[in-house]
């Protein structure tokens, strides 16, 4: 088959699946164009394509807006498309949400897989650097991963329309108030204006300003954070000499840049 991989990463959980996945397409002998997914125009190959593949971090119980928006405008009338998200906790209406998008598109949702994942936002914002916490955030994770992905794969492969309905924990949403679905909303977007980077620590090797998915982050004599940012935290995560902040959250806690997840067969 021709298939196109798709992905939105942050710290890297979902890359790491992604990079599995294809190595498991192309042991099963698929010709497969893998891209990450950033503001800059995606490059569909332009060939005959069986089946699409996206896979995105769950953020704020939702896929990050830029994953949204591709979906919103593949080419792909008729086309199979699968759908897996790596999470920390919950992902609420994530994949069923962007399901309804591809069925609005004409595309077909043939398998959808969500794994747990170490949590990059309490890495983050809680776990304080060489603390229990750390260990432990950074070791939970799904189990039995490869046969996850393994059936994943295979339903992918028999591209049989699916229906994804709702978690049944959504349709309790009605009991919270509109104020603290707003708060809710707004717990990460609010850090956004509080990004900055400690000059003295700051090596100028502009990793951030690459690895941006928003292109969110320039250098004109020192580092500077524009207002589209969609919270990945890939920059944070990343940063050689730890000298990206949010405020003083992120001061003393841990990092995550390297996924030791295991994968078995
Ligand atoms: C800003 C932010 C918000 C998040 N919100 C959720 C959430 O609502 N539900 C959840 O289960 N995980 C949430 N997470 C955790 C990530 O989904 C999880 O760690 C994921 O594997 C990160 O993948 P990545 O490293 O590819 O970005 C959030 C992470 C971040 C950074």
């Known amino acids: 088959m021709n298939i196109v991989l798709l992905y939105y990463s942050g710290a890297g959980n979902t890359k790491y699946i992604a990079l599995n996945i294809l190595k498991r397409l192309n042991e099963r002998g698929h010709h497969v164009d893998i891209s990450r997914i950033t503001n800059a125009s995606l ?11 996206v896979g995105f971090p769950v953020m704020n119980m939702e896929a990050p ?3 949204e928006e591709t979906i919103k405008h593949l080419n792909a ?8 998200c790596t999470k920390a906790v919950l992902s609420s209406e994530a994949i069923h949400h962007l399901s309804e998008i591809s069925t609005q598109r004409e595309l077909r949702t043939v398998a959808k897989l ?19 916490t750390e260990k432990v955030l950074k070791f939970f994770h799904s189990r039995n991963i490869g046969k996850k992905l393994n059936h994943f794969i295979k339903k992918a492969e028999r591209g049989k329309r699916i229906t994804i309905s709702k978690k049944w924990y959504t349709y309790l949403s009605f009991l919270i108030p509109q104020k603290s679905k707003e708060s809710i909303n707004n717990q990460f977007t609010k850090y956004i204006p509080d990004f900055y980077v400690q000059n003295e620590s700051c090596v100028q090797c502009m990793l951030c300003v690459h690895n941006c998915p928003e292109k969110n982050i320039t250098f004109e004599d020192k580092i500077k954070f524009g207002t589209n940012c969609d919270m990945c935290l890939k920059c944070l995560h990343h940063c050689p000499t730890d000298a990206i902040q949010i405020g003083k959250m992120t001061i003393g806690k841990a990092r995550y840049n390297e996924v030791k997840v295991p994968i078995y067969n």
């Open 65 to 67: 807006q830029l994953v």
């Open 77 to 84: 009338k008729d086309k199979a498309i699968a759908y897996f």
């Open 43 to 53: 490059e569909i190959p332009n060939k005959e394509i069986d089946l699409f593949i």
């Open 114 to 132: 969500d794994l747990y994942m170490p949590a990059t936002d309490a890495l983050a914002f809680i776990a304080k650097k060489g603390s229990k």
